[in-house]
């Protein structure tokens, strides 16, 4: 019992050193920071100036395979008709009255006979707006059915997409149609864009990153050379590298998190911007960016994270020296 009883005080005991050297360590690292104040601004700076170019990179990236991945897999023409063409009502209204429309199904007739279309669907206007404001928010819900200002449209799926282009061609030429849209284009831009963009982006993140962690280690450095003799001290009477590393890990880490909170904020609300003025043009074609909802929270996680690692990474290359034996 006594034995169970020295245990367990002892666990206790160690438990509460834990404690107390953990805020030690954050209390020591939050006056480093203070103490050499232009250093942790440069060092701020640069994390965030890197963190802030990642979430670019990332944002244009992941949007570009999503968009391209999109129109891939929906192989498809947009054909819009002019306002006065009706080619999927039978009867129309003409001088008052409600008379047969003669040149129902004219457009969609013309579509199903070309060779290489699989299926044509029909797309109204008032279908079209629903989807908009369903996707936008309700905040693009200003306009009524008789003033709508978007088309009638087919929806043109082809048998391969390599028939994309011929279709859109063949497509213009039909009477009573306004406009055609396809993705092959935007498809081959949007690979070209990507892969670009994963190659320089890359390269250019990891040398932002490198010069990050050289900046916070040069910080981190001139505190440890400051505190030279204190730390000295400590070794001499015994304590363990951890312990003495534990501070500056800290204030690593504060200048991480630190660079981190504008890069979020940024993403929060610009990419919000984004998808608002740039996701309406691309669901007339049953295109849509990566959801805000889904896409800032995860992505912001990532950079305090990121931004954290980079802070803590600069730290241990800056203590390396000073704890060889």
Same mark, same amino acid.
């Given at each position: 019992?006594?034995?169970?009883?020295?245990?367990?005080?002892?666990?206790?005991?160690?438990?509460?050193?834990?404690?107390?050297?953990?805020?030690?360590?954050?209390?020591?690292?939050?006056?480093?920071?203070?103490?050499?104040?232009?250093?942790?601004?440069?060092?701020?700076?640069?994390?965030?100036?890197?963190?802030?170019?990642?979430?670019?990179?990332?944002?244009?990236? !992941?949007?570009?395979?999503?968009?391209?991945?999109? @129109? %891939? #897999?929906?192989? &498809?023409?947009?054909?819009?008709? $002019?306002?006065?063409?009706?080619?999927?009502?039978?009867?129309?209204?003409?001088?008052?009255?409600?008379?047969?429309?003669?040149?129902?199904?004219?457009?969609?007739?013309?579509?199903?006979?070309?060779?290489?279309?699989?299926?044509?669907?029909?797309?109204?206007?008032?279908?079209?707006?629903?989807?908009?404001?369903?996707?936008?928010?309700?905040?693009?819900?200003?306009?009524?059915?008789?003033?709508?200002?978007?088309?009638?449209?087919?929806?043109?799926?082809?048998?391969?997409?390599?028939?994309?282009?011929?279709?859109?061609?063949?497509?213009?030429?039909?009477?009573?149609?306004?406009?055609?849209?396809?993705?092959?284009?935007?498809?081959?831009?949007?690979?070209?864009?990507?892969?670009?963009?994963?190659?320089?982006?890359?390269?250019?993140?990891? !040398?932002?990153?490198?010069?990050?962690?050289?900046? @916070? %280690? #040069?910080?981190? &450095?001139?505190?440890?050379?400051? $505190?030279?003799?204190?730390?000295?001290?400590?070794?001499?009477?015994?304590?363990?590298?951890?312990?003495?590393?534990?501070?500056?890990?800290?204030?690593?880490?504060?200048?991480?998190?630190?660079?981190?909170?504008?890069?979020?904020?940024?993403?929060?609300?610009?990419?919000?911007?984004?998808?608002?003025?740039?996701?309406?043009?691309?669901?007339?074609?049953?295109?849509?960016?990566?959801?805000?909802?889904?896409?800032?929270?995860?992505?912001?996680?990532?950079?305090?994270?990121?931004?954290?690692?980079?802070?803590?990474?600069?730290?241990?290359?800056?203590?390396?020296?000073?704890?060889?034996?």
């Amino acid at each position: 019992l006594k034995m169970a009883v020295w245990y367990v005080m002892k666990r206790k005991e160690n438990t509460d050193t834990m404690i107390r050297r953990f805020f030690r360590h954050l209390i020591e690292s939050l006056k480093s920071l203070t103490r050499n104040g232009w250093m942790t601004v440069a060092a701020v700076s640069s994390v965030m100036i890197t963190l802030s170019l990642v979430a670019v990179f990332a944002s244009v990236i !992941l949007n570009t395979a999503k968009l391209a991945n999109d @129109i %891939s #897999n929906n192989v &498809r023409v947009m054909v819009y008709m $002019r306002k006065d063409v009706f080619d999927n009502s039978e009867t129309i209204v003409k001088e008052g009255q409600t008379v047969q429309n003669e040149d129902y199904h004219k457009v969609y007739d013309a579509l199903t006979s070309m060779k290489n279309v699989e299926k044509v669907t029909f797309s109204s206007k008032q279908e079209q707006y629903n989807k908009l404001t369903e996707t936008m928010g309700s905040e693009w819900d200003v306009f009524d059915e008789e003033n709508n200002p978007l088309y009638d449209a087919y929806i043109v799926e082809t048998k391969a997409p390599k028939y994309v282009e011929s279709v859109t061609k063949d497509a213009r030429k039909i009477d009573g149609v306004s406009e055609v849209q396809n993705g092959g284009t935007n498809t081959k831009k949007l690979f070209a864009l990507s892969n670009f963009i994963q190659t320089w982006g890359l390269i250019g993140a990891a !040398l932002l990153i490198f010069v990050a962690v050289l900046l @916070i %280690s #040069n910080t981190i &450095r001139i505190t440890i050379i400051s $505190r030279s003799r204190e730390i000295q001290i400590m070794r001499l009477v015994g304590a363990k590298n951890s312990y003495i590393r534990g501070p500056f890990l800290f204030e690593g880490a504060w200048i991480g998190l630190l660079g981190a909170t504008i890069p979020s904020v940024a993403v929060y609300f610009i990419y919000k911007i984004a998808f608002q003025t740039m996701n309406k043009s691309l669901v007339g074609q049953g295109l849509s960016m990566i959801d805000p909802k889904l896409f800032s929270p995860i992505m912001i996680a990532i950079l305090f994270v990121l931004g954290i690692l980079i802070g803590s990474l600069g730290s241990v290359f800056s203590m390396r020296r000073f704890l060889k034996i």
